[in-house]
């Protein structure tokens, strides 16, 4: 049972190679809210969000550049994939270039991201949503209907309509691409989805 099919989730870059730069991005992570370097479990710190356009504008030689050692910023690219189909990629890179290789779980980074996946009927109600408001009218609504109370279920009705709206504008907002998000009351008999 879908309901919303976004997450908010921890994602390590756990295998940094020395001289290495970019590093495939998971396209299930829709959005990256920020990334923190551990250079060891005490000693961490937020990269700055950038782009290779600010990159390129603060010098223009910037790609060229080998300069290596702890980073200071992120940016997300796209990319040709080595395939012979040449099919496109997401990249994380790093500036600077990392200069160490992990071992020992470290160095390492963790992106924080909002995520689309699949979600199954016993998955909790997910944290970005807004509030829990849109299941309580809606469970509201329910309960007027099946006790037969027209004024009461054009109440709740009105209620939860009002915060169905308000939840998909939130929820679409977060998404990069703004794509059209279901969301369905709890789990149980019910069987109209909100789109």
């Known amino acids: 049972m879908d309901k919303c099919q976004?997450?908010?989730?921890?994602?390590?870059?756990?295998?940094?190679?020395?001289?290495?730069?970019?590093?495939?991005?998971?396209?299930e992570?829709?959005?990256?809210?920020?990334?923190?370097?551990?250079?060891?479990?005490?000693?961490?710190?937020?990269l700055t969000p950038t782009s290779e356009d600010a990159l390129r504008d603060a010098d223009p030689s910037w790609?060229?550049?080998?300069?290596?050692?702890?980073?200071?910023?992120?940016?997300?690219?796209?990319?040709s994939d080595s395939s012979t189909n040449k099919t496109g990629k997401l990249v994380l890179g790093f500036d600077v270039i990392p200069d160490t290789t992990t071992t020992g779980g470290y160095p390492k980074a963790v992106a924080y991201c909002t995520r689309h996946t699949a979600i199954t009927g016993d998955t909790q109600i997910p944290y970005v949503?807004?509030?829990?408001?849109?299941?309580v009218y809606d469970m509201c609504e329910q309960w007027a209907l099946e006790s037969g109370d027209d004024r009461a279920l054009q109440k709740w009705?009105?209620?939860?309509?009002?915060?169905?709206?308000?939840?998909?504008?939130?929820?679409?907002?977060?998404?990069?691409?703004?794509?059209?998000?279901?969301?369905?009351?709890p789990a149980s008999a019910f069987s109209t989805s909100i789109t």
């Open 129 to 135: 949503l807004l509030d829990e408001m849109y299941f």
């Open 29 to 46: 992570d829709l959005r990256c809210w920020v990334v923190v370097w551990y250079k060891s479990a005490t000693d961490y710190w937020a």
């Open 6 to 27: 976004l997450r908010t989730v921890e994602r390590d870059f756990s295998s940094i190679v020395d001289g290495i730069r970019e590093y495939d991005w998971n396209e």
């Open 63 to 79: 790609e060229a550049s080998t300069d290596e050692g702890d980073p200071s910023a992120f940016y997300i690219a796209s990319r």
């Open 157 to 185: 009705r009105t209620y939860r309509k009002e915060q169905e709206s308000a939840q998909i504008e939130h929820v679409k907002n977060i998404s990069a691409n703004s794509e059209e998000t279901r969301i369905l009351p």
